[in-house]
């Protein structure tokens, strides 16, 4: 069947965008989700599609032409630059709510929600929409979504796009770019390092918009210290660790609470984003009794916390493969964290653990961060389904490997990584689903390389697949109980996020998942036993006398109560949700492999 794109790079094929094409090779390994990838469904409105040769398929020099509805307009773009904790969102988000109509577009599902319940609290009517969630407050005419969930069709006055510099990202970064050409706001406000200025003047003049560039500097001053802490003893109020696993992340935490005199919070990727948001709040109100962080690098972006001074507990972190040194603009980008403005510190600070590690900390906060050449790129859905059906009998898995291999980008892009979304476009291909619906399957937010969701999300397509449906019970089997220990955590958590990619996946496919309030109301509850568990479950239990049990448990319910009467959704009737009790299961997923046993770093008080 021969199809041509009515929107291809026709419209700009003279244009200096779509000098100096490159052909696409090289992939590097990917580790996070791939739902960027995903458009949300009305972004592809519009894209009809006729006959064309594969060249033209796999023709992405011009994507600035991808979206019709912001190249009728002429874009006011504002670019709010500089570092951390500079007041550029805080601008922003002050124009955005003056508008009559907007959107903000934030890199992680938190900052939406922190930016919703901001403008909703100051009586602009906010609707919130991430993968997960879609919440409507009446009369809206303002949205704060993540990235990926960002309309390309809807008109409104002003948009905001959040750590722009991350349209540089290997694996997200599309979703960034797709935002800065394709969002039809009259202004559009671009928040980031300034590292990324050079590339955005580039790609704005290209698509035809004008800029006006703002700089910041930080609102409290950044102190590097001279000396390391050297031991977690010496460790003070208002310290945040940082660490590069969840293993030392719990490790730190163990060691903080077994002294006795600090209590601490833990905030890590796979912690449910309720008890994320839990445990920041712990951290930052005065008198909860918790007052230091051990924090993942997933700190460096989004949650704002009081911290007082940054400690890294290592300058190396594994990226998959192996270890290697935190890049500049990583550290720049944890290190601004301490020292919020608002906060009752008068300057951040920023150490380390270990003394040998001091040289390569201060190098890092004096370098400049090196300045982003090319945006990341992927082609649409339409694109690679036009593609498939070039080549007979041509599955996900291929079309993508060979979509990239012959994919021709201008110089200012790079072809997106998409290991992750090939693993699992592999891992399904025996199942004779329809190429729409194994393309959603494979940009869902499961990690191919984590056994239990990926067996998960086997089990859900076979389903899927075998009987049109699958019921939410697939992703049961989900202990009642608060974990006691650090591996019932962690299986509380995986069962977080199989009940998460199944509310991911009932967003996009309604009749065939159709358990949704199930699936939601199961999700509370096990957040609210993360919740319950966290605060204790390292604690050495005969340390805790029986007073300071009831003041954390009161603390807790209060917290809790608080946050609910902030947020005021589905999402936080979870205590409800447990009373309700919920089934009772042995196991996450049945049959799912065991994780290997690692060797453990130490940490000590
Ligand atoms: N003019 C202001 N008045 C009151 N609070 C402000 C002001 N500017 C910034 N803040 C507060 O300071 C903190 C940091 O500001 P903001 O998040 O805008 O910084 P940023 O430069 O966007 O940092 P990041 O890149 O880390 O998001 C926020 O808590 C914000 O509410």
């Known amino acids: ?11 700009f094929r003279h244009s200096s965008l ?42 992405l020099t011009c994507p600035a032409s991808w979206y019709p509805a912001a190249r009728m307009m002429r874009r006011r773009i504002v670019a709010h630059m500089g570092p951390t904790n500079s007041g550029k969102t ?128 930080r609102l409290l001053p950044l102190v590097p210290q001279p000396a390391a802490i050297t031991s977690l003893k010496t460790v003070r109020r208002g310290d945040c660790l940082v660490a590069f696993s969840r293993r030392d992340v719990h490790g730190i935490k163990r060691a903080i ?29 005065p008198r909860t009794g918790f007052n230091v962080m051990a924090a993942s690098d ?36 944890i290190a601004g964290r301490a020292g919020r403005y608002g906060s009752k ?17 201060h190098t890092c906060l004096a370098a400049e961060n090196p300045v982003l050449e090319s945006a990341c790129l992927f082609p649409r859905y339409q ?25 021709t980008l201008s110089d200012h892009f790079f072809f997106s990584d998409y290991e992750a979304m090939h693993k699992l476009a592999l891992m399904l291909r025996h199942l004779p689903l329809p190429m729409r619906d194994a393309y959603t399957f494979a940009i869902s937010p499961a990690d191919p390389d984590d056994p239990i969701i990926s067996s998960a999300l086997l089990s859900f397509a076979t389903a899927y697949c075998q009987r049109g449906t699958a019921n939410v019970a697939l992703a049961q089997s989900v202990p009642v109980r608060p974990a006691r ?59 805790i006398s029986r007073r300071q049990k009831s003041r954390e448990r009161k603390v807790l319910m209060e917290t809790t109560r608080a946050m609910q009467e902030h947020f005021n959704g589905a999402s936080w009737d979870r205590k409800l949700g447990l009373t309700l009790a919920p089934p009772v299961y042995d196991h996450v997923v049945p049959g799912a492999p065991v994780p290997v046993k690692r060797k453990r770093k130490k940490y000590s008080a």
Request: proline letters at 5%; glycine letters at 6%.
């Open 90 to 217: 805080h601008a922003a988000l002050s124009e955005l709510k003056a508008a009559g109509s907007g959107v903000y577009c934030g890199p992680l599902r938190l900052l939406a929600w922190e930016v919703a319940e901001k403008l909703n609290a100051d009586n602009v009517p906010c609707n919130l929409i991430t993968g997960q969630e879609r919440r409507k407050v009446p009369g809206a005419r303002h949205a704060a979504c993540t990235v990926e969930m960002a309309s390309v069709t809807r008109t409104v006055e002003v948009a905001v796009v959040d750590e722009i510099q991350m349209l540089a990202d290997g694996s997200r970064g599309h979703a960034f770019t797709r935002a800065l050409l394709g969002l039809p706001a009259a202004t559009l406000h671009l928040c980031g390092d300034a590292a990324a200025l050079p590339l955005l003047r580039q790609l704005i003049a290209d698509a035809g918009d004008t800029l006006e560039v703002r700089t910041y500097e």
């Open 18 to 59: 779509c000098q100096g094409h490159r052909s696409f090779k090289a992939v590097a390994a990917l580790r996070s989700p791939l739902e960027a990838i995903a458009p949300p469904p009305e972004a592809e409105e519009g894209f009809e599609a006729a006959a064309h040769s594969a060249a033209h398929l796999t023709d």
């Open 345 to 361: 510190f008068a300057c951040g600070q920023v150490t380390c653990l270990n003394e040998e590690d001091m040289a390569y900390l």
């Open 485 to 543: 220990n650090e591996a019932e955590l962690a299986s509380l958590e995986a069962a977080y996020a199989v009940l998460d990619l199944y509310v991911w996946l009932s967003h996009r496919m309604e009749d065939g998942f159709p358990g949704r309030a199930a699936a939601l109301q199961q999700r509370s509850a096990i957040a609210a036993l993360v919740e319950e568990a966290l605060p204790r479950i390292i604690a050495d239990p005969e340390a």
């Open 257 to 285: 609470d077994s002294h006795g005199a600090l209590k601490c919070c833990m905030v890590y990727g796979a912690l449910p984003a309720e008890a994320r948001t839990q445990q920041a709040t712990l951290f930052n109100r």
């Open 383 to 407: 694109q690679l389904a036009l593609f498939a059906e070039q080549h007979e009998d041509m599955n996900l898995a291929d079309a993508i490997e060979q979509f990239a291999e012959r994919a």
């Open 298 to 333: 997933a700190v460096g972006m989004g949650l704002n916390l009081n911290i007082r001074r940054v400690v890294f507990t290592s300058m190396e972190k594994f990226d998959g493969t192996s270890f290697r040194p935190l890049t500049p603009p990583e550290v720049k980008q």
């Open 1 to 11: 069947m021969m199809r041509i794109l009515a929107l291809s790079g026709e419209v």
